[in-house]
């Protein structure tokens, strides 16, 4: 089985949302009818130098989806890092390789780009999940914070519903 990685597109928005949706670790993170404020973020994203939205396709559908940013580290003499974020894959092809094809492809893009580490961060109840991590060559090396600010992050909902994408 070959998995195609890629850049994503905008009419692969729609698609990409259903990949979240399919593996949202919890309710109301993501909601299918405000598809235009998806479109603007992967704009941004596109338009943002060091940060990529990488699609693995299957068959000709979008079957996983994950988050890639490179950034100037101030350490090591100011080399670059890269970081993962909101790596998933749709439920009935998880463990099936394509999870491994896709971090593969992060790995050598962030190679690539002259990144001199990558890390990723994934949520303490997904032991699963640290086990892929492992077994890609990740090392358990930290332990993370987060602190959830207390603004309105919601985009601008005005954008409109998943029928006015155009």
């Not at 299918?32 to 990529?52: C, F, K, M, Q, W």
């Not at 993962?84 to 439920?91: A, P």
């Not at 961060?121 to 699963?128: E, F, G, L, Q, V």
């Not at 060559?137 to 993370?144: L, R």
Request: hydrophobic letters at 35%; one cysteine or more.
């Amino acid at each position: 089985m070959q998995v195609y990685v890629r850049d994503a597109l905008d009419g692969d928005v729609e698609d990409l949302v259903d990949v979240l949706l399919d593996g949202r670790l919890g309710p109301g993170a993501d909601d299918p009818h405000y598809i235009n404020d998806y479109v603007d973020a992967l704009r941004e994203i596109d338009r943002t130098d060091g940060s990529y939205l990488l699609v693995a396709e299957l068959g000709g559908r979008i079957v996983g989806m994950l988050q890639l940013f490179t950034f100037r580290h101030f350490q090591h003499r100011g080399g670059r890092c890269a970081e993962i974020e909101s790596m998933h894959v749709v439920e009935d092809q998880r463990s099936s390789g394509v999870d491994g094809q896709l971090l593969d492809y992060a790995v050598s893009r962030a190679k690539d780009l002259g990144c001199y580490r990558l890390q990723l961060t994934s949520s303490i109840k997904r032991d699963d999940a640290h086990v892929f991590y492992a077994d890609h060559g990740f090392k358990e090396t930290h332990k993370g914070f987060k602190q959830y600010l207390d603004l309105d992050w919601t985009p601008n909902r005005s954008a409109g519903r998943r029928e006015q994408y155009a």
